[in-house]
């Protein structure tokens, strides 16, 4: 088989030859998660607080057929200008490798990356995982067939409230994916601390959290692990608040017939409208929180590999 395409930008590379600690990003969210100019500033804050937790940040994207690895400031921001950019998860990867096509990926698609990269850590906003509706549409995300086959821990504020997330929980435990709340018992809900769903597993600290993920390999475990990370306090919107506007945006969005991969980026936008910007500023703090603890999880999983 031929080497896996993949190109690694200089710090990167020179990271995880020396073993030191690398957390893989995501581009989805830029190019389709959040609006210009806000995903370029984002994106920037995400890599500052990977850098302040003692890590090297790897922003993982496709541009023009070349899977990329820690991309420079101009990528960065072409990306984040772009318009019609692929949005890549397991199904067309290889596609968009193949076309030479220009893609951002999503978690199930930088999963996948970083794990040929030897990346083991990533931090995202928050998972795709079961519609509201599903029972109908049949509307799961890719991400969570990703976490139960592919060796990749992912730092997230649970999965995005506009899914269904008891159902979300339920896939994960039947696909045996570990679901860890980051000292909580609640299972966050993105914009908000809590869902009033119990966390399955929980962890107060990054050597444990280390310890539980060797010792999963030790047993040949494969697949990943999913750590439920609440948004800080002060930049919460109170579940209450969020579910009428979210129920909303659904409703919206499914009379309009979007479908497929469209869902996640419209509800995305049209609940950034309808809270006048506040659940932009809300995605934003949860992402870098993400991105910090990512960091010293890598810290704490490189040095159990020693
Ligand atoms: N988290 C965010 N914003 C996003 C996403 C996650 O804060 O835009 C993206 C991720 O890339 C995730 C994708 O993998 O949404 C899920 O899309 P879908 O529901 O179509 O699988
Ligand atoms: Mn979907």
Redesign the pocket.
């Known amino acids: 088989m031929a080497p896996a395409p993949l190109t690694l930008s200089p710090e990167v590379a020179a990271a995880l030859a020396a073993r030191r600690p690398v957390v893989a990003l ?4 830029v190019t ?3 609006p210009f100019p806000q995903n370029l500033e984002t994106a920037r804050a995400v890599e500052a607080a990977v850098r302040d937790g003692g890590a090297v940040p790897a922003t993982i994207a496709v541009l023009d057929g070349a899977v990329r690895i820690g991309l420079d400031e101009a990528t960065l921001e072409r990306l984040a200008r772009a318009r019609d950019v692929m ?1 890549l ?1 397991r199904a067309d990867l290889a596609f968009a490798v193949a076309g030479g096509r220009t893609g ?7 999963m996948i990356a970083a794990r040929l990269a030897g990346i083991e850590v990533f931090a ?6 079961v ?1 509201r509706g599903a029972e109908t549409s049949f ?1 799961v ?3 969570l067939d990703e976490l139960a086959r592919t060796a990749v821990i992912v730092v ?2 649970g999965a ?1 409230a506009i ?1 269904d997330l008891a159902k979300t929980l339920e896939v994960l435990e039947t696909r045996g994916v570990p679901v860890v709340g980051w000292r909580t018992d609640d299972f966050p809900a ?1 914009w908000s601390r809590t869902s009033g769903l119990p966390a399955p597993l929980r962890l107060d600290e990054a050597e444990d959290l280390a310890r539980f993920w060797a010792t999963r390999r030790a047993l040949g475990l494969d697949g990943g692990l999913l750590l439920a990370n609440p948004v800080p306090v002060e930049a919460e919107i109170p579940r209450a608040e969020m579910e009428a506007v979210i129920a909303r945006a659904v409703a919206e969005v499914e009379a309009a017939g979007v479908r ?6 419209r509800l ?1 936008a049209r609940i950034v409208e309808l809270t006048d910007g506040r659940s932009l500023t809300t ?1 934003r703090a ?2 870098i929180s993400n991105a910090h603890l990512a960091a010293e999880v890598a810290r704490a999983t490189s040095s159990h590999m020693l």
Do not use: R
């Open positions: 995501e581009s989805t969210i389709h998660g959040l949005k998860s951002s990926t999503t978690v199930a698609a930088t995202t906003g928050g998972i795709g995982g519609h509307d995300s890719a991400d997230s504020a995005k899914l993105f497929a991969k469209d869902v996640t980026p995305l995605n949860l992402v």
